[in-house]
């Protein structure tokens, strides 16, 4: 079957990195997704993969191992509005997405 | 403003009822989704229509339609309502054509009690 793990919750501090593991296994691989999701709010996107590797986007950065299914994001500088649900999802051969039941991120001063 | 709009945002209704959760998009985005999120679950897709004109099932179909008879509203119905289907119901749409990523982009979600 098809499968996205996440861990349920993470605490980290104000101004520290923090790093957010996703392992995944679909029928087939068209990308993995990390999306944002703020309390009582709609998931915003944040990145996607397709290649291995590490793609930074400012303060947020995500990693993908293809051979290994896994990706993880990587956080730095947080801040206290960074505090939320972090969605992985994967695509799968039917461009369908899988999502895991994502990370609640919890900032603490 | 450019995106998604869907009516409406918190909704109580009595088992047995019919309801119809509406989702409209200004971005001619070709692809359209919806999908439920329930408390320790990922976001579990209901329908989807890859185009106007065409619909499909998603993994949680039953009890559930949609319709698409243009690019823009792709509504969703509940014929008759249960308990079960209490929950946050996302609309999203994307644009798969070309070199894009197939990025979603969610409505504000709708907020469904059923008694």
């Known amino acids: 079957g098809q499968n996205i793990d996440q861990p349920t919750e993470m605490t980290a501090t104000e101004g520290a990195i923090v790093q957010i593991n996703c392992t995944y296994q679909?029928?087939?691989?068209?990308?993995l997704f990390w999306y944002q999701q703020h309390a009582g709010e709609a998931p915003t996107f944040l990145s996607y993969n397709v290649l291995d590797g590490l793609e930074e986007k400012g303060r947020f950065s995500s990693f993908l191992s293809r051979s290994k299914g896994y990706s993880y994001l990587l956080l730095k500088e947080l801040q206290m509005k960074d505090s939320a649900s972090y969605l992985c999802a994967a695509m799968d051969s039917n461009y369908q997405l899988i999502w895991g039941a994502g990370t609640k991120l919890i900032i603490k001063p | 403003i450019a995106g998604i709009t869907q009516a409406p945002t918190s909704q109580i209704l009595a088992a047995g009822r019919r309801m119809t959760l509406r989702c409209t998009q200004d971005?001619?985005?070709?692809?359209m989704y919806w999908y439920r999120q329930d408390l320790g679950l990922g976001l579990r897709l209901i329908h989807y229509s890859n185009t106007a004109g065409t619909t499909g099932k998603g993994e949680v179909p039953d009890g559930y339609s949609v319709s698409r008879a243009n690019t823009d509203d792709f509504p969703l119905t509940l014929a008759s309502a249960v308990p079960s289907q209490t929950s946050v119901y996302f609309c999203?749409?994307?644009?798969?054509?070309?070199?894009?990523?197939?990025?979603?982009?969610f409505g504000e979600g709708s907020r469904l009690t059923v008694l």
């Open positions: 999203a749409s994307s644009d798969n054509r070309g070199a894009n990523t197939g990025e979603l982009f």
């Open positions: 971005m001619r985005h070709n692809a």
């Open positions: 679909t029928s087939g691989f068209n990308g």
